[in-house]
């Protein structure tokens, strides 16, 4: 068994680039666990509220339970389920799961792999995340489920399936005249810019080309609240701030919710701006909740 192709390959519903990473949050939580307690189980009405705040924050603003991916993962070969009346998960219900105190773990074969070759582990947390979420997100991730990823270049899994285009970088920092699309941010430490960086807006994970017009360049700071879903791109390529972020601090107001309606620096005449069909993904499958109004000016 290939359980790096098992981890790649995980079954999905997928339609016009919708994302649904449940599969892979779960399955990422799990190989965290393992790592803490390699024979313990997970009972759902236990873990019901890590995976209600990982869908919540990594998943897509219309989120579902996570009864599903519970029941639903033991089709791939990589979970099993068990409930008080034996092997087999019973549904994807809430009520059932709870009532039967269902318990999930990895699968027997995938432990026993894990546990002859410690590497494995580190693999597949690599190419789960390289395939559901951006690079921006992957510290954050692993700490949320308590795992260390292998550095990137021992994967060629991941790299093997979809080259990104290293150009893109600098061509979307030419396009922004290398500053902050959000804020203006144009630091430099000689002549190398510092904290700035190309964002994709349609994720290159779930098809997002390496093209300008899917690229906006962003400090550091605004391309990790980009990539959670706190700004987005609306009409008129302006910002948008989600409702949903609470800073009360003066240095929240001036970086974050002051930034409502504001149009965007960039990019410079001539390059192309970012795409509406690029937009219109990130404000359905990224951006959370509703936008506040434009800032007082």
């Not at 919708?18 to 939580?29: C, G, S």
């Not at 432990?111 to 995340?129: D, H, N, Y």
Request: charged share 25%.
């Amino acid at each position: 068994m290939d359980w790096v192709e098992s981890a790649a390959g995980l079954r999905q519903w997928t339609r016009g680039g919708v994302r649904a990473p449940h599969k892979p949050l779960l399955f990422l939580y799990a190989l965290g666990r393992f790592q803490q307690d390699a024979d313990g189980e997970l009972e759902y009405s236990a873990v019901e509220d890590d995976l209600k705040q990982l869908l919540a924050e990594y998943g897509p603003a219309n989120g579902t339970t996570p009864a599903y991916p519970f029941h639903h993962l033991v089709s791939d070969g990589v979970w099993e389920v068990r409930t008080d009346r034996g092997p087999g998960s019973p549904g994807s219900r809430v009520r059932e799961l709870r009532a039967t105190r269902a318990t999930g773990r990895l699968a027997p074969e995938l432990r026993a792999a894990l546990r002859r070759e410690p590497s494995l582990l580190g693999r597949m947390v690599r190419v789960l995340l390289d395939l559901h979420f951006p690079p921006s997100l992957h510290d954050d991730l692993c700490a949320a489920v308590g795992l260390e990823p292998e550095p990137p270049q021992t994967q060629p899994l991941a790299a093997a399936r979809k080259q990104r285009d290293r150009r893109m970088r600098e061509l979307v920092l030419t396009a922004y005249e290398y500053q902050c699309a959000f804020c203006g941010y144009d630091g430099r430490i000689g002549a190398a810019p510092v904290g700035l960086e190309a964002a994709h807006v349609h994720w290159w994970a779930f098809g997002g080309p390496d093209e300008v017009d899917n690229g906006v360049c962003l400090c550091s700071l605004h391309h990790k609240l980009f990539d959670k879903g706190v700004l987005g791109i609306g009409d008129g390529h302006r910002i948008l701030v989600s409702q949903r972020f609470v800073g009360r601090s003066p240095a929240a107001r001036e970086h974050v919710t002051a930034l409502a309606g504001r149009p965007l620096i960039g990019p410079q005449p001539g390059a192309l701006p970012i795409a509406a069909a690029h937009r219109s993904w990130h404000a359905s499958q990224v951006f959370h909740g509703a936008p506040r109004p434009p800032a007082d000016t």
